[in-house]
C-alpha cells in the first residue's frame, strides 16, 4: 500500500499534463472566437486619441473598410507583426490602432520606434474597448466592411500567409 501512495503524486501530475495537452491542442475555442465576431457589427467607440484631441469614434473610418488592430507596447508579437502592418498601411489600407492596456508615453514610445502604420490610436488603457470586441489579448486583428460588420478577425500575430488568405480577401470582399 504504501508502494502505491509513493506514486500518487506522480499519477496525478500525468492526469494533469495529459488534460492541459489535450485543452491546448483542441481547436474549439478559436473557431468560436472567429465564428462569433464575423458577421456582427463592429462595437461603437469612442477612444482617447493618442497625442489628445477629439475622442476616436468610427465616423473616423465611415464608409470604408478597415482594420483593428488591438497591440500594446509591452506586446513581443506585436513587434513581430508591426512590418506586416506596415506593408498593408502602405498599399493603402486604413487601420484604427487600439492601445490595449498600456500607457500613452509607452505607446508614443513604441510607434516613434517601429513606424505608425495607424490612421489614428485609439486608447483603451482599461481594456473596456477589448472586453466589447472578446479581446484576450494583444495582438488581434478584426477586418470591418464599409457598413461596419465584422468580416474576419484574427487573434495573434499577423504573417505573410494570414494577410494574404485572410485579411486581404476580406477587406475585398464588399
Request: aromatic content about 6%; some cysteine; charged content about 20%.
Amino acid at each position: 500500500m504504501r508502494r502505491l501512495a509513493a506514486f500518487a503524486p506522480l499519477l496525478a501530475l500525468l492526469v494533469v499534463v495529459v488534460a492541459s495537452a489535450f485543452l491546448l491542442t483542441r481547436g474549439g475555442e478559436r473557431e468560436q472566437f472567429k465564428a462569433g465576431m464575423v458577421g456582427r457589427m463592429a462595437p461603437d467607440y469612442a477612444l482617447e486619441r493618442l497625442g489628445g484631441g477629439e475622442p476616436v469614434t468610427p465616423e473616423a473610418m465611415a464608409g470604408r473598410p478597415y482594420l483593428i488592430n488591438v497591440f500594446a507596447s509591452w506586446c513581443t508579437p506585436c513587434r513581430a507583426e508591426h512590418p506586416q502592418l506596415m506593408a498593408l498601411q502602405q498599399s493603402g489600407v486604413a487601420i484604427l490602432g487600439v492601445a490595449y492596456k498600456d500607457a500613452p508615453e509607452d505607446t508614443a514610445a513604441f510607434l516613434a520606434e517601429l513606424g505608425d502604420p495607424f490612421a489614428v490610436v485609439g486608447m483603451d488603457p482599461e481594456g473596456r474597448y477589448g472586453l466589447e470586441l472578446g479581446v484576450t489579448g494583444a495582438p488581434e486583428t478584426f477586418v470591418v466592411g464599409a457598413d461596419g460588420t465584422i468580416r474576419a478577425a484574427h487573434r495573434g500575430p499577423l504573417t505573410d500567409e494570414i494577410v494574404r488568405r485572410t485579411i486581404l480577401p476580406a477587406l475585398r470582399a464588399e
